[in-house]
Nanobody
Framework: QVQLVESGGGLVQAGGSLRLSCAVS????????MAWFRQAPGKERDFVAG????????YYADSVKGRFTISRDNAKNTVYLQMNSLKPEDTAVYYC?????????????????WGQGTQVTVSS
């Protein structure tokens, strides 16, 4: 059974930082692409950042480029999202997602496995 467990969310003031983690277990495949999405109240779940199965390629939504950094530790099957210079509009539930192989995938329907989400709230 595939499990993705996010952690690291919380309340932070504008301009602050948070680091999200997502630990993956139960995969039957060893090479996988990982991504972060977010969903604000009343809005669609949007792509935030992704990292290729080979870890040699990362890609970001324009709204977070230069402020967020995605990384992964394959030995721990964990993906991270370092979020700096946070803004109130970054407030959302953040989800990690996994798919076999792949690179550059930005659409939620392309990811079969999801975590339960972690709340990030940025106060002004």
């Amino acid at each position: 059974q595939v499990q993705l467990v996010e952690s690291g969310g919380g309340l932070v003031q504008a301009g602050g930082s948070l680091r999200l983690s997502c630990a993956v277990s139960g995969l039957t495949f060893t090479l996988f692409e990982m991504a972060w999405f977010r969903q604000a109240p009343g809005k669609e779940r949007d792509f935030v950042a992704g990292i290729a199965w080979s870890a040699d390629s990362t890609y970001y939504a324009d709204s977070v480029k230069g402020r967020f950094t995605i990384s992964r530790d394959n030995a721990k099957n964990t993906v991270y999202l370092q979020m700096n210079s946070l803004k109130p509009e970054d407030t959302a539930v953040y989800y990690c997602a996994v798919r076999p192989l792949g690179t550059g995938n930005r659409y939620k329907h392309e990811y079969p496995y999801w975590g339960q989400g972690t709340q990030v709230t940025v106060s002004s």
